[in-house]
């Protein structure tokens, strides 16, 4: 009878967690169309220094084309490395 229990919570818990993962895995892309203009303010450290940093505050929109724009001059300079040896 205990194990019967125990199988029983376990089997409810399971499911329980695969309704959840699909209600998060759905509230997702609406959460990132809505968040587009949310202001997001990030502390930087500043080159040289370890005890100053720089408070830099954007919409969450322009820190994702801040990341695009990094990620595509680290491609370049790798492609050029690549090309020049």
Do not use: H, Y
């Not at 376990?10 to 895995?25: E, F, N, P, T």
């Not at 202001?39 to 919409?59: F, N």
């Amino acid at each position: 009878m205990r194990s019967m229990s125990f199988a029983a919570a376990a089997a409810c818990m399971l499911m329980s967690s695969a309704a959840l993962a699909q209600v998060s895995a759905s509230a997702k892309p609406q959460a990132k169309t809505r968040d587009a203009t949310r202001i997001i303010c990030r502390s930087e450290e500043s080159t040289g220094s370890r005890l100053s940093s720089v408070k830099r505050c954007m919409s969450a929109a322009d820190w994702e084309a801040e990341k695009q724009m990094n990620r595509e001059a680290v491609e370049r300079s790798q492609l050029n490395r690549a090309k020049n040896d």
